[in-house]
């Protein structure tokens, strides 16, 4: 699938809840995103930002991919196939890297905010 062949509404990417604690592990899914691109950034980041938030100082890298399976969140991109960004090719590097705020920050690519932190006009 490429951009040319977005989805109706665009492309969307599915948070799931590695504790078990939604039904079938979807908290929520993302839509609107106009190009596949824009999707797996926004995946990517949202994966490393949980990443982070189950890293403890002095906690081993181990330690910390144990806590990210149990209580993190994952993201993939809905129908997007071979195409669609996977936290498995990463996963080993966001653990043994902590991330910049830059890499994890999934809100500024998220696009149910664009345009809410303009200035009134």
Known sequence: MSDLFAPEGGWRVRILDLSGGAQDNVVEEVGGFPTLMQANAFARAYVRDSVERCRAPGVSTK??????FAYGEDAEVVDAGEAGWRSATELGDFVDRPASGEERDWRALDPRRIGEDEPDE
């Open 63 to 68: 330690d910390v991919l144990e806590a990210w």
